[in-house]
């Protein structure tokens, strides 16, 4: 079979009657992502109000001077580009989805574990950022209508309640309709926040009588700062970015499998990583130095300075912004891993709408209680130990295609769930559980033992070549 070639739903796939794709090869017909569509998934990604305040607060968080954490934003997105380039290059040749393709190296059914995990971890996030954009579109509701607040129930009044059953419908309707709907929406959301970042870098230039230069130089200069100082910095920036991509760089096949092209694909990562962190970077210091000039103080949440404008067409143009720029992020990180691994459960009885319906229904929980129970149940570091022990898979992933397969996938074993290549001892490849549990151990370690804080950013990086190193050494003792 070929990834042009299945008029038949292979062992281990499923397809919805109105055609759309969960885990099957995408066909030719499927293959229309050109280097824009791959640039908006980064775009999008870092494009969320937590990105922008993580890349505006760097410098500070960090205490280097501006030009350092540049530099370290372009050296990580150097960085996620090779490991994307990497994991992404088997989803484009074969047409395969992340949980079809961590079953060459885990099994069959080994690869549920991994794909599970993932899940959850994005079915959590999906349903948190659900109801985080659903507040931009509250303040959109009060922006126009001048609706005042009323009793809160279960934390949220009756304005937050619409608008968060607002969000969680649009969602809905997005991906009811199909991975084309979800590239328009990630191509239109892109650029868009752009636009809006550039008029509101334009309106603080204006407010700061031209002054934002001289300003945004200030926070590029550290006359404290060391040579060490910097250089640990700069390296804590790194690991801190990288670990901020680390989600999508596990199941970039998700998205790479659409590609029209591998050089479509890595012009996409090209231009969406390196090239967009300059961008998104320079216009979040530039509008951090505005707020320093206009307000008094470095301000590094975007909607404190929108809410400090006093303007309503500003607010009601943030808002959309936001909203379009967190619904962005959540389908990108969040609602595709999550889909992929609920189908990869059951892949003939779970289909696309099915996975999709399921995840929207943990998002109307998740979300709709998130204020009120979920988070003060210090439930964060329950998903930062989900998370930390996916590293591993993607080292496990990365040096099975590449060091022992040669780059060579058979894909009809790949979707035969009964036997084949990839079944090895009842669908788990014990090698790689075993190296998976050790350095999934260190993983766990990193999260909850404080002399490990220490590593605090490098985790994912060493879990994963902890993990695809003792791959490779089981592998060649077996």
Known sequence: MTTTEHTQVPIGGTTDAEGHNTLNPTGAGEKTWGWFAIFNIWANDVQSLFGYSLVASLFISFGVGGWTAFAALIVAGLFVMWMVNLSGAAGEKYGIPYPVLARASLGTQGAKLPAILRAIVATFWYGAQVYFS?????????????????????????????????????????????????EKFLNFAGPFVYLVMIGLVVVLWQRSDGQLLSATATIFANPEGTFATEFKGFIAIIGTMVAYFAAVMINFSDFSRFARSKDEMKKGNLAGLPLNMILFSALALL????????????????????????????????????????VGINLVANFIPAVNGIANLSPKTISFRMAGLITSACALVIGGFWTAYISNFGIFPFVNTLGAVLAPVFGIMIVDYYWHRDQQLDLDDLYNM????????NGWNTVAVKAFAIAAIFSVLTVWVPWFEFLSGYNWVIGASLGGGLYHLFAKGR
């Not at 206009?294 to 500003?314: H, K, M, Q």
């Not at 009964?418 to 001892?425: I, L, N, P, R, S």
């Open 134 to 182: 659903s507040t931009a579109v509250a303040l959109l509701i009060r922006s126009v209508t001048g609706i005042t607040d009323g009793t809160p129930i279960f934390g949220m009044t009756g304005v937050d309640w619409v608008a968060f059953l607002i969000v969680w419908a649009f969602h809905i309707v997005v991906f009811w309709r199909g991975m084309g709907w979800v």
């Open 287 to 326: 509008t951090t130095g505005g707020a320093a000039v206009v307000f008094g103080e470095a301000i590094t949440n975007p909607t404190e300075i929108v809410e400090r404008t006093d303007s309503v067409l500003l607010g009601v143009i943030a808002a959309l912004t936001f909203f379009a720029a967190t």
């Open 418 to 425: 009964e036997g084949g290549a990839y079944h090895y001892d």
